[in-house]
T-cell receptor, first 110, second 113 residues
Framework: EAQVTQNPRYLITVTGKKLTVTCSQN?????MSWYRQDPGLGLRQIYY???????DKGDVPEGYKVSRKEKRNFPLILESPSPNQTSLYFC?????????FGPGTRLTVT | RKEVEQDPGPFNVPEGATVAFNCTYS??????FFWYRQDCRKEPKLLMS???SGNEDGRFTAQLNRASQYISLLIRDSKLSDSATYLC??????????????FGRGTSLIVHP
């Protein structure tokens, strides 16, 4: 089954404690991306990757890092999380046209 | 800065009604257009692509107007299960024949009995 998986699905953490949200896809897609979704602001792109070892900033990259060492994985790293990074995060991968989204990670930073 | 604008709604309609949403985009060079559906607290899923000639899928019809830079989604005979947020996505061409998508903030539809 074609899918994008994210872990963890829910996370409550404290300010400054480094965390990583994993993302994996099994469709051999080259393009992957991370979004955050906040009420009234819609989906905003954090980072995207056109292929292995190629990453670019999206609209809201501050406070985030990513890496793309293998085609299937695209982890999102928060080196020092802050409360304004409390959000719903989606990873996505894209084939020719359609984007497939992971189920989302709900992050709360206290 | 590329912009994709949608009326947030909510559009509150009775079952069986016809409802239409528009989405405007600022970049005239945009090449790819889509409508996604997102249920509450769930991931977005592709509803349909939007072609220059327009396309129809059952009760759903999507149109593209390049001259006025907007796309539309028409839903006929609304069902309770159509209640969701509808996201407009516009893609700008990138290297290698790919595209970079920009999402609108979504239009909320509520279909009531």
């Amino acid at each position: 089954e074609a899918q994008v998986t994210q872990n963890p699905r829910y996370l409550i953490t404290v300010t400054g404690k480094k965390l990583t949200v994993t993302c994996s896809q099994n469709m051999n897609h080259e393009y992957m991306s991370w979004y955050r979704q906040d009420p009234g602001l819609g989906l905003r792109q954090i980072y995207y990757s056109m292929n292995v070892e190629v990453t670019d900033k999206g609209d809201v990259p501050e406070g985030y890092k990513v890496s793309r060492k293998e085609k299937r994985n695209f982890p999102l790293i928060l080196e020092s999380p802050s409360p304004n990074q409390t959000s719903l995060y989606f990873c996505a991968s894209r084939g020719a046209y359609e984007q497939y989204f992971g189920p989302g990670t709900r992050l709360t930073v206290t | 800065r590329k912009e994709v604008e949608q009326d947030p709604g909510p559009f509150n309609v009775p079952e069986g009604a016809t409802v239409a949403f528009n989405c405007t985009y600022s970049n005239s060079a945009s090449q790819s257009f889509f409508w996604y559906r997102q249920d509450c607290r769930k991931e977005p899923k592709l509803l349909m692509s939007v072609y220059s000639s327009g396309n129809e899928d059952g009760r759903f019809t999507a149109q593209l107007n390049r001259a006025s830079q907007y796309i539309s989604l028409l839903i006929r005979d609304s069902k309770l299960s159509d209640s969701a947020t509808y996201l407009c996505v516009v893609g700008e061409s990138a290297s290698g024949g790919s595209y970079i998508p920009t999402f609108g903030r979504g239009t909320s539809l509520i279909v009531h009995p």
